[in-house]
């Protein structure tokens, strides 16, 4: 069954302009809400306190017992003339008119409804819609819905010359209030859709400016070739965010420089190494072919090559074992093994060559149990007794040491002679590096030993470094007691 391709993520400047414009938008909308919510409100508030000031001074009209019922009427309409779209409906308890403004037979149905009852005790105010004819009153008019806000009270007041409860309805049309927020809300909103579209633009243009200075290290990033992996990036020259961008890629990109530097220097070395043996073999062929040779003379001669031919097995076998190591494909057996003991082992086979060089070989340590591969570290253990017989001068010691750390055992080889420079003690585990480039090796070996020496220990997941004075030359070889 075939997956379904990843689907490739928004790109980093659509999402910002995405959050950003959406977060602004609906900051500007909830602002917009909020204003017309205030007028709303203000409107209702200004819509009830007038109600409520016409009620007080109908209720107080109503009471004044010592006028007639049409100075009271009067006085009425005198009282609502000052406001513009009001209804007064005045009733007794049997639901007779009593008083009516022009609009107030439109409040009558109001009585009808739930609201009355509950907004009449409490003297409130309540909404109530009722469809009106627009325009005059002739028949076939169109017919427009009027939205009233309305207040109910009852009393008692001396009317048609006695003493009887009244029902009094007062209503406030607010349709032209409805209007203005109708058509505030619709301006407002076509504003904010208009403002709207304008912040995504502005801010569409800001994240690419904001984004110019990750394309041009991008730029920088794509100019860089194995040509001039020197180049580096200037840290101080971009944005915060950017910086530790930055520094890591410079460090990636000396990694990376150190690698091309080190596999050119490898490929010439190599050449190297390999053409000094053929070019050996091939004079030593060409003199022997030059003339008749006796079977003695031809015996030497293969043997000469003999020689050159294990010299080149030993660099092909030696390159093998260390392009296992580059690959992860070193694994060495987990065996506990006696670290010291291996170090008396590679005493005994280097014995005689030591002897020859006038040089003592000592040991310092004691039994120590770690887990490992004994004969890669025999080998480890060789190439670096034998890299520090050969460079320690006649009449003086090779000296191994071991001793034991909190949860580590540490081989220390120490050699006198002449000191190595600073500069070249971190490149000396590099293939084919030498400390003297000038210098020719005959015989003393590929060239790889200290890499070896790296690649084992690095397998066991140890250290190994190498310090020089005026005293002696150490290598430091730092082993886990137990593999991890």
């Avoid at 243009?205 to 100019?223: D, E, T």
């Avoid at 000592?362 to 004969?375: A, H, R, W």
Wanted: proline content about 4%; hydrophobic content about 40%.
């Amino acid at each position: 069954m075939r997956s379904k391709p990843l689907r490739r993520p928004f790109s980093l400047a659509l999402r910002l302009t995405f959050f950003i414009s959406l977060s602004t938008i609906l900051a500007f909308f909830a602002f917009t809400w909020f204003m017309l919510h205030s007028v709303e409100k203000h409107f209702a508030e200004q819509d009830v306190n007038d109600l409520q000031q016409i009620s007080t001074a109908m209720q107080r009209i109503l009471q004044s017992p010592s006028e007639p019922d049409q100075k009271k009427v009067s006085k009425i309409k005198e009282s609502i003339a000052s406001y513009r779209n009001v209804a007064v409906l005045l009733l007794d308890p049997q639901g007779n008119e009593l008083f009516s403004s022009a609009r107030g037979a439109a409040l009558r149905p109001a009585m009808n409804s739930a609201d009355f009852s509950t907004h009449r005790r409490a003297q409130d105010v309540f909404l109530w819609s009722v469809e009106e004819p627009a325009g005059s009153m002739h028949a076939g008019s169109d017919m427009k819905m009027e939205t009233y806000r309305i207040i109910a009270s009852s009393g008692t007041a001396t009317l048609q010359g006695k003493t009887q409860r009244y029902v009094m309805l007062i209503g406030l049309s607010i349709n032209f209030h409805l209007h203005y927020l109708e058509a505030l809300k619709k301006n407002l909103f076509a504003i904010a859709t208009a403002i709207g579209l304008l912040i995504i633009l502005i801010v569409r243009i800001a994240v690419r400016q904001g984004h110019l200075p990750l394309r041009n290290v991008s730029n920088a990033i794509k100019n860089i070739t194995s040509e001039n992996l020197d180049a580096r990036l200037e840290p101080s020259r971009v944005p915060v965010e950017l910086e530790q961008l930055v520094i890591s890629f410079n460090h990636m990109i000396e990694k990376i420089e150190d690698v091309f530097t080190r596999q050119a220097n490898f490929s010439a070395d190599i050449a190297h190494e390999i053409r000094t043996p053929i070019t050996n073999l091939v004079t030593q062929t060409e003199i022997a072919l030059s003339q008749n040779r006796s079977q003695k003379e031809l015996e030497d001669v293969l043997y000469s090559s003999l020689e050159e031919y294990n010299r080149m097995t030993r660099m092909v076998s030696d390159m093998l074992f260390l392009a296992q190591a580059d690959n992860n494909q070193l694994i060495p057996d987990r065996v506990m093994f006696d670290l010291s003991a291996e170090v008396v082992k590679v005493f005994d086979f280097f014995e005689a060559w030591a002897e020859e060089r006038n040089v003592s070989l000592k040991f310092n340590g004691m039994p120590c149990l770690t887990e490992g591969d004994p004969q890669m570290f025999r080998r480890a253990i060789s190439n670096l007794i034998s890299n520090a017989l050969r460079y320690t001068p006649e009449g003086k010691a090779v000296t191994v040491s071991i001793r034991e750390l909190e949860s580590d055992f540490e081989l220390v080889i120490e050699n006198p002679g002449t000191p190595i420079p600073e500069e070249h003690l971190q490149r000396l585990f590099d293939r084919f590096y030498r400390v003297d480039p000038s210098r020719q090796r005959k015989g003393e070996g590929s060239g790889i030993g200290l890499a070896i020496v790296k690649s084992i220990v690095t397998a066991h997941h140890g250290k190994v470094h190498v310090e020089s004075d005026t005293v002696s030359t150490r290598f430091i070889l730092t082993v886990p007691r137990k593999g991890v």
